[in-house]
């Protein structure tokens, strides 16, 4: 299925002591440098290179949204025409509370073919966004997937796959 | 909703987005801040013992990782609801799980070694819980993706 696998271009043992993440302590790429039988300048050089191939998005802390006042959020599933995506791509690129937009495969009992998630401060603020983006790109069909329950969020586990 | 104090909040948005690719990063960060390392690295701890700082990494891209991974929406009876969830959360490789509104009332997406894999394990989970429908929406392509919240 893949070309080309960048997973094997880096080194995987690099990824996978990369993927645990940093520790805090005053010299913490030290740790996973001795780890990897390398040096703190060598793996900052391999992230750097990471990062300016486009594998790696960011380096950074990653929060949660729940703890930073972002308490609602909601999955929208839209209708969009192929040739209008690129037009809802530019509605939803610059605003803030959505986080991920995603084309993704639709069916004929199940027409959805973009996937939105929306973060705000309450439900109604969400609902707001969503109604923004509705008018913007003048399309009413989608449908609203609030979360009832939790049942799991966490970090993929790459030494359990 | 939680507060922060204007350290706080200083410290979230560079860890997000200005992280140093340095020796000593929270140095740096402390430099930044104009306040002690020993200050800037207990504050980190106390975020993330918080809960608010889940970790401090690579977010890497799927293509990078090399796997294969899709999103599955399932249609299960109301009282096998319950039980569906511990099926699918039972897999490594299930990292979002959820029960939402509407007519598919699970949603969750899976990541496997290969495409074949994926494939394998979904018709497993599908033996198991013999939902009433699904659907398995694998991405086409990502319109955006942003990971960081700006306080």
Not at chain 1, 76 to 84: C, G, S, T
């Amino acid at each position: 299925m893949h070309e080309k696998n960048d997973y094997e271009a880096a080194d995987s043992r690099t990824i996978r002591c990369l993927h645990r993440g940093l520790a805090i302590e005053s010299r913490p790429f030290l740790t996973l440098a001795q780890e990897l039988g390398t040096t703190e300048d060598a793996l900052l050089e391999v992230i750097r290179s990471l990062i300016a191939d486009g594998l790696i998005r960011r380096y950074g802390a990653v929060v949660r949204h729940t703890q930073v006042g972002y308490s609602s959020n909601v999955l929208v599933a839209w209708k969009i025409p192929e040739q209008r995506i690129d037009e809802f791509e530019a509605v939803i690129r610059d605003l803030p509370e959505v986080s991920h937009g995603y084309e993704r495969a639709s069916y004929a009992e199940w027409p959805y073919n973009v996937y939105t998630m929306i973060h705000g401060h309450s439900k109604d603020e969400c609902l707001g966004v969503v109604e923004r983006i509705s008018g913007a790109i003048k399309i009413e069909e989608y449908i609203l997937l609030f979360t009832k329950r939790e049942f799991k969020k966490r970090k993929l586990d790459l030494e359990e796959l | 909703m939680r507060t922060f104090d204007a350290l706080d909040s200083q410290l979230i948005n560079l860890l997000q987005h200005e992280f140093p690719l340095t020796k000593e990063p929270y140095r740096e960060l402390a430099t930044r801040l104009d306040a002690p390392e020993d200050e800037i690295l207990a504050r980190i701890r106390r975020l993330k013992s918080d809960g608010v700082i889940r970790e401090i990494g690579p977010i890497f891209t799927s293509r990078m990782i090399g796997l294969a991974s899709t999103f599955v929406a399932l249609r299960v009876p109301k009282h096998a609801v319950d039980s569906a969830a511990r099926i699918i959360n039972s897999y490594a490789g299930v990292t979002h799980n959820y029960e939402r509104e509407g007519e598919y009332n699970i949603w969750f997406t899976i990541t496997a070694a290969s495409e074949d894999g994926l494939a394998s394990t979904l018709e497993e989970i599908k033996g198991k819980i013999h939902p009433l429908d699904s659907l398995v929406v694998p991405v086409r392509r990502v319109l955006k993706l942003r990971t960081n919240f700006k306080l």
